[in-house]
């Protein structure tokens, strides 16, 4: 069965103080893996697409990388502005209608 | 540009009463439409998702069910609610082909409380 888990569930940073947020997936054949940020009350909104083991994409603070059984989103200097949940997910070659999401890293900035 | 609206924004039902929630997209054609729950802790789970007029996969059976009638309307019902429907109700879009089709674009939700 396609999973992914995030971790950790929530992490508090200062302001400037760079992290990295962390997603494992096991998927029968990995079509691609998504970032999304969420606001509180609101819907996700996506950020980024890694379809290959070393890929990197970049905006902003925010960088995500990918290797064979996980991602990184990796936050540098962060901003109180950063502050939301962080959700992964993962779609497959054999359900590319279906993203599997995992439960959310919920990132507070302090200033 | 496109948008997608959805609603309401709060919701709540007693149980066994009936739900309808809408959700129309403005500014593409023939678009992927979604229908997504969050539950509090949970991730969000997909429960119903459309390619076209009239079509319709379901991923989570329930007593939840899905239409599309227009192009660019979805909407999801119920006949009677449970107290296990409450949850953050998410409509989702996205365009076909490599590259589109995961890439959605959510509403603002609707949190549906069932008491």
């Known amino acids: 069965e396609d999973q992914v888990t995030q971790s950790p569930e929530a992490l508090r940073l200062q302001e400037g103080e760079s992290s990295s947020l962390n997603c494992s997936y096991t998927?029968?054949?990995?079509?691609?893996l998504f970032w999304y940020r969420q606001d509180p009350g609101k819907g996700p909104e996506f950020l980024f697409t890694l379809y290959s083991a070393g890929e990197e994409k970049e905006k902003e603070r925010l960088k995500a990388t990918l290797t064979k059984k996980e991602s990184f989103l990796h936050i540098t200097a962060p901003k109180p502005e950063d502050s939301a949940t962080y959700l992964c997910a993962v779609s497959s070659w054999g359900a590319t209608n279906k993203l599997i999401f995992g439960t959310g890293t919920l990132l507070a900035v302090q200033p | 540009s496109q948008t997608i609206h959805q609603w309401p924004a709060t919701l709540v039902q007693p149980v066994g009463s009936p739900l309808s929630l809408e959700c129309t997209v403005e500014g593409t054609s023939n678009p992927n439409l979604y229908w997504y729950r969050q539950a509090a802790g949970r991730g969000l789970q997909l429960l119903f998702y459309s390619v076209g007029i009239g079509q319709i996969s379901s991923e989570v059976p329930q007593n939840l069910s899905a239409s599309r009638p227009q192009d660019r309307q979805f909407i999801l019902s119920s006949k009677k609610l449970l107290l296990s429907d409450s949850g953050f109700y998410l409509c989702a879009w996205s365009l076909d082909g490599q590259g589109y089709r995961e890439k959605l674009f959510f509403g603002s939700g609707t949190q549906l409380s069932v008491l």
């Open positions: 998927v029968s054949g990995l079509r691609g």
